[in-house]
């Protein structure tokens, strides 16, 4: 039995007075030619074997056979064996191609007329006339029978007879007339496609002209070549579909022989006389052109976003001067709007803060250059400005049609902020809408944006930049953006160097603290983003520089400070136009309050002894003759006020034993307990008050902190501490793995207190770019020269995302190098608020003598807050009680300054006293320190102290007054007979000294608070909240 048995509702049913057998006979050879409907699929090895579809086949008397699918086009050519008969099957037919089922035999008029398919469109085959090549023969071509065929040899009747009763009228069937009127001549567009093949979809490989004259089909290209020629009679119509040489067509649209374009006949080929096989069937969808279809759609000549919706951003429109500078071919001018997706996550100050970096590249600004700096604080959003007008430069232009204003952009940030820029441009913009590379140690990456369209950001670090400069200088960057660009702050370094090589006028600087020493860095950045705005140093020095610092001195003439305020004032005019700087402030109603403390504590009686130690009198001067021996004393100092057990790192690591510096570590080392471990924080004040700070977290809050420190050693201190103490932390530095860097800020960001309580950060490792919004205490343990790199790691925890009031402990060693270094940092940040327009607090000190050079190897242990005496500030933080004081100074300082002693020991009673050398020293040094007057004073060694402190926690840490039961009266003529106990109890209420407490107590702390502002207590002020 055959494998597949043809259903019987395809065959027709015998009635009674049928003439004819119910199966047809057998065909045992071709003595004509015949037409079977099969059913056809493609070869398998499946066990239950189905057929796809529906088929024709036409064999011819050679047993040469076609098979056609339904819709009139070839499937498969080869030869069929005798017999032939229903139910019978060939396998691989066509070369192996198609399995055939014959189902039921047709008459080959059924297949002439177009009945037996699907469509039943009538075929019109012409005659074929002698060929001009006898060697020519056509493809896939078959001879049209005659036309008279009888039906009783052929052995089959038509299946759409109108009754099964009728009898025959006539012995033949005519074959309808394929003779049609020759119309007039015709030119005609056409699709064309090569012929043959099972194609499912009408897709068409290009446009052609059709010219039909004196019978003669000519298909011209769109350049004016024949491409094939055939004759025909016939006429044509529209949507009607014929054969030209091997090409498929169709008729589009008739033209005129004007619109087909001239072509060169010496050139035609030789005509063919292949038969045209046409079929015209009725057309019943409106036809639409290839290039329509298929091509991208014409881009409208307007702005990419509306700028007429609601909360749009839309930018400067250029000005007249520069439409005709850069609008040379007089393009549409649009408008450029801010992606909406970014538009609305952004807020008002990064609306205001996009606008101006795009004014700036455009140059719309009145200044003449390309460049900028956006130098807002910690935590405004410079990032997600700065994606935004990536964004906006690569994807829109003020000129239609002239394609985006840059292709490609390049960040270059320190290498612990790669990762995070890349993460941020993933975070805003998806990783799909813009190609981001990131350069590491390979060239493949450089290569790929380099030869890439779709590569548009370039992330590269500092570094790395020195190294690669060749290879993407020439790779069309159009825009340059440095983050934390206070590291060009030489016009001399390698990475500003770099730089000269790329030929990119659009220059990005993005900083928080854009000045940090002098006036020359700042105009090293001006420099580098507008070259030639400031001139060259030499006359910015003599033009602004000098005369500025000069009017900042407290002994300046009323001629210089009236020519400094004015240059001040032409500088400052000159920085608005291309420097834009916000403060904190305008955060408070987006993100929590913070309030940051500086807190004083007293050192450790161990750390009184080493200072003593390596600060002896008639040594000092043999430091200051030495600039290599002064900066390793300071060093020393440094350390000995974060923990003495640094100096045996530092012994270790000195291992020259006839110098003076070797001997007195070596005597401070003996200071030491024996026994003493790394996790022992009893010998360092500050450790002692972090400690006890720590503890309280632990036990009353569930908040996590973290702890910043400039020195790896510190942190090694702090870790051994932790594990000591069973504290969970993470640890970020410089031996960090970059990939886990990320991964450690996320684990502490998303933990609880028990899983992650404490991060230890080193500043110079990740004290810029990371975002530890999952702590909201943050304790400085040791402050640096620049202030720059205590504000950035100070501002780690009060970022977008932080849900909890933030608290910001700074730890000072009181009377120490650490109150030094704060007061050098105060007058460096007055420089810069004056340049930035902040400049509230009027200090006036920009530089240091060498008195102030001299005043760091002093050591005051008997003041409560140095920096406080200084200032001279008449609130209720008293000055502290300096009798027998001891301070350590040169022999110079006793010639040179007669009469100086420690600032904290100075009295207004004595100011009288004073030289004229002196005063003006201490009005400087009150000058310089002006902007802590906004700070809140308290005097922790006062009573009443606990109560003027917002922070519970840190109130907690003050030292409390131990008194004797015994002297507690409950009648008052007992107190008044008892003088010797009367004379105790009013000693206990006098106010403490820095004498009666011990080492590690919090003597003063400088508070200041968002919270103060918000309701208005400090009156202006709040202008100068800063991060």
Not at 340 to 363: D, N, S, T, W
Request: glycine share 6%.
């Amino acid at each position: 039995m055959p494998a597949f048995q043809a259903p019987t509702s395809l065959k027709r049913k015998a009635e009674d007075n049928d003439v004819l057998p119910t199966k047809r006979p057998k065909v045992e050879d071709f003595g004509t030619d015949c037409c079977w409907l099969v059913q056809w699929r493609n070869p398998t090895n499946k066990k239950h074997k189905t057929y796809e579809g529906e088929a024709i086949l036409v064999v011819k008397q050679d047993s040469k056979a076609t098979l056609y699918d339904m819709e009139r086009r070839i499937m498969a050519s080869g030869k069929v064996m005798p017999p032939l008969e229903e139910g019978r099957e060939f396998g691989g037919f066509g070369g192996g191609s198609k399995d055939i089922h014959l189902d039921r035999q047709l008459s080959m008029p059924e297949f002439l007329t177009g009945a037996c398919f699907e469509s039943a469109v009538p075929v019109q085959i012409n005659p074929v006339p002698a060929p001009l090549k006898p060697a020519f023969k056509p493809p896939k071509t078959f001879n049209p029978p005659i036309s008279k065929i009888n039906t009783n040899t052929a052995g089959c009747r038509s299946s759409n007879a109108s009754s099964s009763n009728a009898d025959a009228t006539s012995d033949t069937v005519l074959v309808p007339s394929v003779a049609s009127n020759i119309e007039s001549d015709s030119f005609w567009c056409v699709n064309w496609r090569k012929s043959g093949g099972n194609k499912k979809k009408d897709i068409w490989e290009g446009d052609a002209y059709l010219k039909h004259e004196h019978g003669t089909l000519t298909m011209i290209s769109e350049e004016g070549k024949i491409m094939a020629t055939v004759s025909r009679k016939e006429s044509l119509s529209a949507g009607q579909r014929l054969f030209v040489g091997g090409k498929e067509v169709q008729l589009v649209t008739e033209m005129t022989a004007a619109q087909i374009p001239n072509s060169d006949q010496a050139g035609s080929p030789v005509v063919s006389e292949v038969p045209a096989i046409v079929s015209t069937p009725a057309p019943s969808k409106r036809y639409i052109p290839v290039a329509s279809f298929y091509g991208a759609p014409v881009k409208t000549q307007g702005p990419l976003h509306d700028p007429n919706a609601e909360g749009a951003i839309v930018m400067k429109y250029p000005r007249q001067e520069h439409i005709q500078r850069y609008n040379k071919k007089n393009r549409a001018v649009v408008d450029v709007v801010l992606d909406p997706i970014l538009a609305r996550r952004m807020r008002p100050h990064q609306h205001e803060g996009v606008k101006f970096l795009y004014e700036c590249v455009m140059g719309l600004r009145k200044h003449e250059g390309n460049g900028c700096i956006l130098a807002d604080e910690m935590g405004l959003g410079k990032t997600l400005q700065t994606i935004s007008l990536i964004w906006t430069l690569l994807k829109q232009n003020p000129y239609a049609g002239a394609g985006p204003i840059i292709n490609k952009a390049m960040i270059v940030c320190p290498v612990s902020l790669i990762n995070n820029w890349k993460n941020e441009f993933h975070k805003w913009l998806g990783r799909d809408r813009i190609g981001v590379t990131v350069c590491d140690r390979k060239l493949d990456a450089i290569r790929t944006f380099a030869s890439s369209a779709r590569q548009n950001v370039l992330i590269v670090g500092y570094e790395r930049l020195r190294t690669i400069t060749k290879e993407i200088a020439t790779c069309g960057i159009g825009l340059i953006v440095c983050d934390e660009g206070h590291r060009l702050k030489s016009s001399k370094g390698k990475t500003f160097a770099s730089f000269k090589a790329f030929n990119t006028p659009r220059r990005i600087i993005l900083s928080g603290t854009p000045i940090q020493n002098d006036l020359g860095e700042f105009h090293a950045m001006a420099d580098f983003c507008n070259p030639g705005l400031l001139d060259d140093y030499t006359s910015f020095k003599r033009t602004y520089e000098n005369p500025i610092i000069k009017s900042r001195a407290p002994d300046c003439t009323t001629k210089e400070l009236e020519l400094g305020e004015k240059r001040s004032a032409q500088l400052m005019n000159i920085a608005k136009s291309f420097v834009l700087r916000r403060e904190a402030t305008i955060l408070g109603n987006y993100l929590p309050p913070k309030t940051e403390y500086v807190v004083f504590v007293t050192p450790s009686s161990t750390q009184l002894s080493i200072f003593a130690r390596l600060l002896q009198p008639d040594q000092v001067e043999d430091y200051m003759h030495s600039t290599v021996e002064s900066l390793a004393v300071i060093n020393l100092l440094i350390k000995v006020s974060s923990s003495p057990i640094l100096l045996k790192a530092a012994l270790e690591k000195d291992r020259n034993e006839r110098s003076l510096l070797y001997r007195n570590i070596k005597d401070a080392v003996s200071l030491l307990p024996p026994d003493v471990q790394v996790e022992n924080a009893s010998l360092s004040g500050k450790l002692t008050a972090i400690a006890r700070l720590l503890h309280i977290i632990r036990e009353t809050t569930d908040e996590k902190c973290v702890l910043v420190s400039h020195y790896t050693s510190t942190l090694n201190i702090l870790e051994a501490f932790c594990v000591k103490q069973n504290y969970s932390y993470f640890r970020l530095d410089g031996s960090t793995p970059l990939p886990k860097r990320q991964e450690y800020v996320n684990a502490f960001n998303k933990t609880d207190q028990r899983s992650g309580f404490i991060f230890l950060l080193s500043s110079k490792a990740g004290g810029v770019g990371i975002n530890l919004i999952g702590g909201s205490r943050l304790c400085l343990i040791d402050s640096d020269w620049n202030p720059s790199h205590d504000l950035q790691s100070m501002a780690r925890c009060h970022r977008d995302g932080q849900r909890k009031p933030v608290f910001i402990y700074r730890f000072l060693t009181t009377g120490t190098i650490d109150e030094k270094i704060f007061q050098r940092q105060i007058i460096k940040l007055g420089l810069s608020n004056a340049l930035m327009g902040s400049d509230t607090a009027g200090s006036k000190g920009d530089s240091f003598t060498k008195k102030d050079l001299r005043d760091i190897f002093r050591v005051d242990p008997n003041t409560c807050c140095n920096t406080h005496d200084l200032i001279d500030c008449p609130c209720q933080g008293d000055r502290s009680d300096d009798q027998g004081s001891w301070t350590i100074s040169t022999s110079n300082d006793k010639d040179e300054m007669k009469g100086f002693v420690c600032a904290s020991q100075v009295r207004p009673s004595d100011m009288t006293k004073l030289s004229k050398v002196d005063m003006e020293y201490l009005e400087r040094k009150k000058a310089s320190l002006a902007s802590l007057d906004e700070w809140k004073h308290v005097n922790c060694l006062r009573s009443d102290s606990r109560d003027e402190i917002q922070d519970e926690i840190l109130a907690d840490l003050l030292y409390t007054r131990e008194i004797d039961p015994a002297d507690d009266y409950s009648h008052p003529l007992l107190e008044a007979v008892d003088l010797e106990r009367r004379e105790r109890i009013e000693k206990t209420k006098r106010p403490l000294t820095v004498r009666d407490v011990p080492g590690g107590t919090v003597s003063f702390i400088f508070e200041k608070s968002s919270r103060l502002f918000e309701h208005g207590n400090q009156g202006e002020a709040s202008s100068d909240i800063s991060e």
